[in-house]
């Protein structure tokens, strides 16, 4: 499952739109969880590819590109992860031509990282995710920017829940040993009693 922040469609749409003549491309920044049993890749920020070349219809990531982004990681997201990459195709479409598929292996081949293609010409897009390690066409959610606030909730309210467990079950164990500290001896007396 793929969640997008709206926020970071916007960024790429208004960095698709702000070149229309060349591709542009970026990276997703964001989280990788486990909610309800799902994988969860969660794009809560772009990083623009500064320095990227565009030539022949393909966009390069240069070494330039990547120090750009791995000095932003460590200034401003030190807690998250790269999650995928996007790049823009001005009025040929959506799909991975042979370079974005070599770039997709490459760079972002762990199985939770996304490839999202936007045409700022026609106004389309597609995702692409790896399914059975190959890279097609997926899904995915757009969410507004609450969206981060309310998963840190519910993994709080998960968290909350699993400590109250563990604090019942200690407290039902220390009633055990009372109740048996107790009125133990009553059961264990007649029997040694009687024998
Ligand atoms: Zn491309």
């Not at 060349?22 to 794009?43: I, K, L, N, S």
């Not at 799909?95 to 997709?104: C, R, T, V, W």
């Amino acid at each position: 499952m793929v969640v997008i922040c709206q926020s970071v469609l916007d960024a790429i749409k208004a960095h698709g739109k702000a070149h229309k003549t060349v591709e542009v491309c970026g990276v997703f920044v964001g989280e990788v969880r486990e909610m309800d049993g799902h994988q969860v890749t969660f794009a809560t920020h772009i990083i623009i590819g500064e320095g990227a070349t565009h030539q022949a219809g393909a966009v390069t990531f240069t070494a330039d590109t990547w120090t750009h982004i791995q000095q932003t990681m460590d200034e401003q997201f030190a807690e998250k992860r790269i999650v995928g990459w996007y790049h823009t195709h001005p009025d040929f479409g959506i799909f991975l031509s042979e370079m974005d598929l070599f770039i997709h292996e490459q760079f972002f081949n762990l199985d939770w990282q996304i490839a999202y293609v936007y045409d700022p010409i026609r106004d389309e897009d597609g995702l692409f995710t790896w399914q059975d390690g190959k890279t097609l066409p997926g899904e995915f959610e757009i969410d507004d920017d609450t969206a981060e606030a309310r998963m840190q909730e519910k993994l709080a309210t998960i968290e909350h829940l699993q400590k109250w467990n563990k604090r019942m079950k200690l407290t039902l164990a220390v009633m055990i040993v009372f109740f048996f500290a107790a009125f133990g001896w009553w059961v264990v007396l007649p029997l040694v009693i009687h024998h």
